[in-house]
């Protein structure tokens, strides 16, 4: 069964011993403030403050979260949506390539979706429940599909110009999600990415790697 916060319980020299260590650990592990053992112990100083403190930071992730799923899911329909309007507004068709490099970037969108709602149903309902097996068998499964994909762009034509725009879009899109969840994290859109970029100076490994292989 896959333990979410094991990976920073063992960076501050804790276990999991109490239900607020495990929440406050989920809480660092999406905001990825957890660079030494000081924000998780300060937990332990008691009193009224620091839990109503913890809970403040749990309500806050728990927003976080759910924006994150919702946003990806929306934009599996928003972005090829678009991108079609913006064709059809100029009187030019897409073809084959391009919806089937927008379908494989809406599977990858799709997955991001639910890492965030598994993160957050955990965070919620405090039930351990082994979601890591699922994006192990999820992270196989894109390589092939990008294999699939790079083989139907191959047999098929461009119909113009919008459509090899569209196919190297949303192929990079594809890659780029697949790069930023399973590899190395892309998006770095808080404080705490930006600084540690400026004192590490080189990207961070993405999260979902980093249970993968734990």
């Not at 073809?95 to 639910?114: C, D, H, K, P």
Request: hydrophobic share 45%; proline share 2%; charged share 20%.
């Amino acid at each position: 069964m896959a333990q979410l916060p094991t990976i920073y319980l063992r960076q501050a020299g804790l276990t999991c011993g109490s239900k607020f260590c495990y929440l406050y650990s989920v809480w660092c592990w999406g905001q990825d403030v957890v660079s030494n053992s000081r924000p998780i112990a300060n937990i332990y100083v008691g009193g009224n403050g620091r839990r109503e403190k913890s809970k403040m930071r749990k309500d806050r992730l728990i927003n976080r979260l759910r924006q994150l799923y919702i946003l990806e899911f929306l934009n599996i329909f928003f972005l090829p949506f678009a991108f079609w309007l913006f064709g059809h507004s100029r009187n030019q068709d897409l073809g084959v390539n391009s919806f089937v490099t927008m379908t494989l970037n809406g599977i990858l969108l799709l997955e991001g979706s639910y890492l965030w709602f598994c993160i957050l149903r955990q965070l919620r309902t405090k039930e351990q429940f082994d979601f890591i097996r699922t994006f192990k068998a999820l992270k196989t499964l894109n390589f092939g599909l990008f294999i699939l994909t790079a083989v139907i762009l191959a047999l098929n034509p461009f119909l113009g110009t919008l459509d090899k725009i569209g196919t190297t879009l949303f192929f990079g899109l594809a890659i780029l999600e697949h790069v930023n969840y399973f590899e190395i994290q892309l998006m770095y859109d808080n404080k705490n990415d930006i600084n540690y970029i400026r004192q590490h100076r080189r990207l961070k490994i993405a999260k979902l790697k980093r249970l993968l292989t734990t």
